[in-house]
């Protein structure tokens, strides 16, 4: 079945450094990766997303980028600030289907 | 304007009592879906509700589980006879239509089974 993988599954970085975490597809028909970020006690929240038909896509500190080749995307996030941390999951959607696979997610630290 | 709401944000009940989840999407949103997530875990799709459609059940676990929509608007998720492996955070979502790829969730319902 269709499977998203996601790394690393801890991060913690330096206030002000930058964080990345990966994340691979199994099905090639997969069009949509949105990308949300859960603060503690709450629901998930979309924080950026991109289709399939662009390969980076930019929001002020935080970006995605797409490889459609090697079915990864990636999110990217500058200048960390002490708020950013979370846990954050991507996810993927194919074409005509409304079902989302999620990652296992990556709790990010940023230390002040 | 509202979001998605789910009530209880907590529960706690003892092993083999039914419980009963309930889920306000955002007004006019007419898709609708019931994750699961485990400690640690992704999010575990569950069953999907659009429209007058047939709901998509694919992913209930198992026959202890049912979920319904009433009036196309707030929708309930029970579990019969709970276990402590149904112990997990409940999450509803909603999207304004089935073509319409962003998701809007809930808060949650922390589930936990004793």
């Known amino acids: 079945g269709e499977n998203v993988e996601q790394h690393p599954s801890t991060l913690s970085v330096q206030e002000g450094d930058s964080a990345v975490i990966k994340c691979t597809y199994s099905?090639?028909?997969?069009?949509?990766f949105p990308w949300y970020k859960q603060e503690l006690g709450k629901g998930p929240q979309l924080i950026i997303d991109?289709?399939?038909?662009?390969g980076e896509k930019k929001d002020q500190r935080i970006a995605v980028t797409l490889n459609k080749t090697a079915k990864h995307f990636s999110l990217h996030i500058t200048e960390t600030q002490p708020e950013d941390s979370a846990v954050y999951f991507c996810?993927?959607?194919?074409?005509?289907?409304?079902?989302?696979?999620f990652g296992t997610g990556t709790r990010l630290k940023v230390l002040a | 304007g509202a979001g998605v709401s789910q009530s209880p944000s907590n529960k706690v009940t003892e092993k083999g009592k039914d419980v009963e989840l309930r889920c306000d999407p955002i007004?006019?949103?007419?898709?609708l879906y019931w994750y699961r997530q485990s400690l640690g875990q992704g999010l575990e799709f569950l069953i999907y509700?659009?429209?007058?459609?047939?709901?998509?059940k694919s992913g209930l676990p198992s026959d202890r589980f049912s979920a319904e929509r009433t009036g196309g608007s707030v929708s309930t998720l029970t579990i019969q006879r709970t276990q402590q492996e149904d112990s997990a955070v409940y999450l509803c979502?909603?999207?304004?239509?089935?073509?319409?790829?962003?998701?809007?969730f809930g808060p949650g319902t922390r589930l936990t089974v004793t």
């Open positions: 979502a909603s999207s304004p239509q089935a073509a319409s790829y962003e998701q809007y």
């Open positions: 099905d090639s028909a997969s069009n949509y």
């Open positions: 991109i289709r399939s038909n662009v």
């Open positions: 996810a993927a959607r194919t074409s005509g289907t409304y079902k989302y696979i």
């Open positions: 007004s006019g949103h007419t898709a």
């Open positions: 509700f659009q429209g007058n459609s047939a709901p998509d």
